[in-house]
C-alpha cells in the first residue's frame, strides 16, 4: 500500500512516504484504462484485513472508549508543534496557520460549510475536526491519505495549493530567521530547523490533540450517570432499529469506509467562480477521469479511480460531533437534528446512494433522543490560548544559532 524513496532536499536527506490505492486502482496501457485483476483484488482484500476494516455493513464492532495515542508524542515535540500550528509564516503569504481553518474555538475545525482555502481561492469541502486524527484510519473525504502517516498529511498541507501553498524551502528560512525557533529546534532535534523536523514537530502536536473526559467514555467505564436517560435511550436506537451503528462503530464510532449518503452537491460549488475553479483543478490534479464533466464531488474515486467509488465518502467519527457542525463533506446541513432528519428519511435522492440506507421511520421523540446521545460524545475542550509568536531578528554573517 505504500513505497518510499529517498532524496536529498536542500542538502538534507529526506525520506518521501507516499499512499498508493489499491482498491479499484486503474493503468494506462495505449491510452487504456484497464480494470484490476484477480490478484489486485485479492491484494485489496489481504490489505482490509490489515488495515481492520470490516465488511461494509458486516457484523459491526461494539462502541469502546477512545483509547491512548501510542506511542505519545513526545512532550517537546508538542510544545514546538504547537507554536508551528498557530504561526501564519507555514504558508505561502505568511497570512494563514493550521489554526485558520483548524481553530480551537470551533471544535478545531472552522465552523463554515465550506473552507475557505488559500487566499484567492475557495475551497468545495468542509473543514473536518483535527481532534483525534491520529486515531483514524484515513484523512480528507475522499481517504487520500492515511492517519498514521501525520508528516505526510502536514506536508500535505503545507504544499498544497489550495491549503497553504507554500514552498518548503522558503518555509526553512522564515524560521532560520527567528533565533527562538532555531534555538527550540536544536534543543528538540539536535540542529537546525529542516523541512522534516518542522513537519514532524507540527504532527507531534495533531497527535496530542484528543478527546478529554468525554461522557459516553465515563458511562461505558461503568458511570450510569454520566449520560441521561434520553441519550441512553438514543444509544439503544443507535445501536438498534436507527442502524447508526452499522457505520459508526468502534471506539472511533467509524467503519473506516467509504459510503454515498445520496447527497446532491451544494450548488454553491459551481455558482461561486472561486469554487468551482478549485474544484475542476482539484480534480484535474489528481488525474480524475472526465473531470470536466463531473458535477458531483466524486470522494473515493479520486484515490481508485473505480467507478464503483463514484460519490463514496469517508465516514466521518462522532466524536466531538456536536461542536463540529455544519455537517457533511460539503458542509449542507446545519445541525444535528436535521442530520437525523435525513438519515430518517432515508438519505439524498442520488442514485449513488448505499441500499442499506431506508427510511427509518422514527418518532419525534426518538429522534431527539439520537441527537441527545450524540451530544454526549464530545469531550471538555483542552484550553489552547493561542501562543505568542517570536519575530524576526537580523543575523550576523556566518551567525550559526
Not at 151 to 162: C, G, L, Y
Request: hydrophobic share 35%; net charge neutral; glycine share 8%.
Amino acid at each position: 500500500m505504500r513505497d518510499s524513496h529517498s532524496s536529498h532536499f536542500c542538502g538534507i536527506r529526506t525520506c518521501h512516504v507516499r499512499f498508493r490505492p489499491i482498491i479499484g486502482q486503474h493503468r494506462r496501457a495505449g491510452g487504456t484504462n484497464i480494470l484490476p485483476g484477480p490478484a489486485v483484488w485479492l491484494t485489496a482484500l489481504l490489505a482490509g484485513l490489515v488495515w481492520g476494516i470490516p465488511p461494509a455493513h458486516a457484523q459491526p464492532r461494539p462502541l469502546a472508549p477512545l483509547p491512548e495515542v501510542i506511542p505519545p508524542p513526545p512532550s517537546d515535540q508538542v510544545a514546538l508543534g504547537r507554536r508551528l500550528f498557530f504561526d501564519p509564516r507555514l504558508s505561502g503569504d505568511a497570512t494563514i496557520s493550521c489554526a485558520t481553518c483548524h481553530d480551537p474555538q470551533h471544535g478545531w475545525a472552522d465552523g463554515l460549510a465550506l473552507s475557505r482555502g488559500y487566499p484567492g481561492s475557495l475551497y468545495f469541502r468542509n473543514t473536518p475536526t483535527v481532534l483525534n486524527a491520529a486515531l483514524g484510519r484515513f484523512l480528507y473525504w475522499d481517504g487520500r491519505l492515511p492517519a498514521d502517516d501525520l508528516p505526510t498529511v502536514v506536508r500535505d498541507h503545507i504544499s498544497e495549493a489550495h491549503f497553504m501553498q507554500a514552498d518548503g524551502r522558503l518555509v526553512i528560512e522564515r524560521l532560520r530567521q527567528v533565533p527562538l525557533y532555531e534555538a527550540e529546534f536544536r534543543a528538540v532535534f539536535g540542529g537546525e530547523p529542516t523541512y522534516g523536523r518542522i513537519l514532524n514537530a507540527v504532527a507531534a502536536f495533531v497527535r496530542s490533540l484528543t478527546s478529554k473526559d468525554v461522557p459516553f467514555d465515563r458511562f461505558l467505564n461503568g458511570d450510569t450517570q454520566a449520560i441521561s436517560e434520553s441519550a441512553q435511550r438514543g444509544l439503544k436506537l443507535f445501536r438498534g432499529r436507527a442502524r447508526c451503528i452499522h457505520c459508526h462503530d468502534g471506539p472511533m464510532l467509524s467503519d473506516g469506509r467509504f459510503h454515498s449518503l445520496g447527497l446532491v452537491s451544494e450548488p454553491a460549488i459551481f455558482l461561486e467562480p472561486e469554487r468551482h475553479i478549485t474544484f475542476r483543478r482539484f480534480l484535474r490534479t489528481l488525474g480524475v477521469p472526465g473531470y470536466r464533466l463531473i458535477r458531483q464531488d466524486p470522494g473515493h474515486l479520486c484515490v481508485t479511480k473505480d467507478a464503483g467509488d463514484m460519490e463514496r465518502i469517508r465516514t466521518p467519527t462522532l466524536r466531538e460531533v456536536s461542536r463540529t457542525a455544519p455537517y457533511m463533506h460539503d458542509g449542507q446541513i446545519g445541525t444535528l437534528a436535521e442530520v437525523v432528519e435525513f438519515y430518517n428519511r432515508g438519505g439524498g435522492p442520488r442514485p449513488s446512494r448505499d441500499p442499506f440506507l431506508k427510511p427509518l421511520n422514527l418518532s419525534a421523540e426518538e429522534q431527539s433522543d439520537l441527537v441527545a446521545f450524540l451530544e454526549t460524545l464530545s469531550g471538555t475542550l483542552p484550553d489552547e490560548p493561542r501562543p505568542e509568536l517570536p519575530s524576526y531578528e537580523l543575523r550576523s554573517p556566518g551567525e550559526t544559532h
